[in-house]
């Protein structure tokens, strides 16, 4: 399995759905009213990051 | 727990669809993941005065100011002003949205629905692959509500419809990633709502300023996410304001993220299962406003509710009546719109610094195409071409009105 790069600051999040909306793999979904991400179905396209409206997913450097 | 009817999600399309099934007589729930109806906002907050006629809305705690007209402007700064005498009923009303939604779900409780709020849904139930209810989680329980329709009312980032096999996944091409604050402390005030278009200042997308009274006006921007990138609406959304001489020394008492489908409307119905607004992508794709269709869709999906429960039949054929009747009230709009948004894509600042030219005197109580396309042709012949597929569709939409 590839190790995800993509991490979403939920301190930043203000639940606006985008990314769960183009979301290709389905892999975004809303709990706790913040976007969470399940590693195991992301594939790293990226448009979420794209996406975000206030930059609240980047990709994770670590 | 036993209902006829699960809407899950309690913004505009849910409320509606739930108040108006419960008065045919359905027993219908609402399920809402957040803990207050209608907060956080999530919406430039614009309405058209067409609802008055709808008798959707009581009283007036839901409107924050009325509207005279629309200003757009070109990104040169040219102005076109659409005043009410111009652009008729499609003025508009801003709203409080959070007692906007509110009062809706207070209808849809006061016609019997009940309302669970704190709860997500997290998957259908199947029984021989129907649907037949939902799963859910609220607080620290987990639970399962049987039901012979589910309604997804569940907003942009709606599940429902591709937990039912509907593909409602957007193309970034498909979408409006939005950032709005509400400024007060502006020493302005306005009846009308302003829009800023072009390519540097949103691309794909507008700028708008909407006043609310009282000095306090929601500022906000979309991008299309195919031409966005990581914060991109909050960035280009500061520099507006602090280039903006009237707004630069307002203070923030709301900021919001947003997203806005700009899609063709999805199939809004299979065997048990409708979709409704925003989650049916039923929002303007030019404007981005879906609060319109929103209630539209939300009582023609209650009342085909109330149809179904009455006959006992829950198969797609019967649900069907929904999609056949939003198609005709609106459906073609929609589709109109989506071209449209197309169209402007393609066109660079100039044109549109162009077309603003042409248009700032135009007169558009007197509005043809033939009177149009000679404003167009005295100032700017060279945008006739690029108008050619817009002025066609004119044609065609005139043709059938």
Not at chain 2, 139 to 144: L, N, P, T, Y
Not at chain 2, 328 to 339: E, H, N
């Amino acid at each position: 399995m590839v190790k995800p790069k993509i991490k979403i600051n939920i301190k930043i999040c203000l639940a606006c759905g985008g990314c769960i909306s183009i979301c290709p793999q389905d892999a975004l979904s809303m709990i706790s009213s913040k976007a969470y991400l399940e590693d195991e179905k992301c594939i790293n396209c990226g448009i979420c990051i794209k996406t975000c409206p206030i930059g609240a997913i980047k990709e994770d450097k670590k | 727990m036993e209902y006829d009817a699960v809407v899950v999600g309690g913004g505009p399309a849910g409320s509606v669809t739930a108040r108006f099934a419960a008065e045919s007589g359905v027993k219908v729930i609402i399920l809402e993941r957040r803990t207050e109806i209608g907060v956080p906002v999530l919406c430039g907050e614009g309405i058209s005065q067409r609802v008055d006629k709808w008798n959707m809305l009581e009283g007036t705690r839901w409107i924050a100011s009325k509207m005279d007209g629309a200003k757009i402007f070109s990104p040169d700064g040219t102005m076109v002003s659409l005043s009410k005498e111009m652009a008729g009923n499609e003025t508009g009303y801003v709203v409080y949205r959070d007692i906007f939604d509110q009062e809706l779900a207070r209808r849809a409780a006061r016609s019997g629905a009940d309302i669970m709020l704190n709860t997500e849904v997290t998957g259908l139930i199947k029984t021989n692959g129907k649907i037949t209810g939902i799963k859910a989680r609220r607080f620290d329980e987990q639970f399962e509500i049987n039901a012979n329709i589910i309604v997804g009312a569940d907003g942009v980032e709606s599940k429902i419809g591709k937990w039912a096999g509907i593909n409602t996944v957007l193309k970034p091409y498909d979408l409006e990633t939005c950032a709005q604050y509400t400024l007060t402390n502006i020493d302005y005030n306005s009846n009308y709502c302003e829009f800023y278009i072009g390519k540097k200042l949103a691309p794909g997308g507008y700028i708008w300023i909407f006043p609310k009274g009282e000095n306090t006006f929601n500022v906000g921007i979309g991008v299309l996410a195919s031409l966005s990138d990581s914060s991109l609406p909050l960035k280009l959304l500061n520099k507006f304001i602090s280039n903006h001489n009237e707004l630069k020394n307002g203070k923030s008492i709301r900021l919001l993220a947003g997203a806005v489908p700009v899609a063709k409307p999805v199939e809004t119905v299979r065997d048990n299962l409708l979709l409704v607004g925003d989650a049916a992508r039923h929002a303007d794709s030019i404007t981005g406003g879906g609060l319109t269709t929103s209630l539209q869709g939300g009582k023609i999906a209650g009342e085909t509710i109330g149809k179904a429960v009455e006959s006992h039949r829950f198969d797609k054929e019967t649900l069907s009546i929904y999609e056949t009747k939003w198609k005709a009230v609106f459906g073609t709009k929609l589709i109109r719109d989506y071209i449209v948004k197309e169209i402007m894509l393609d066109f660079d600042d100039k044109t549109l610094n162009m077309l603003a030219d042409s248009l700032k005197d135009y007169k558009f109580e007197e509005f043809s195409t033939l009177s149009l396309v000679k404003a167009l042709v005295l100032k700017h012949p060279t945008l006739l071409m690029r108008l050619k597929p817009l002025l066609k569709l004119t044609d065609k939409s005139l043709k059938k009105a």
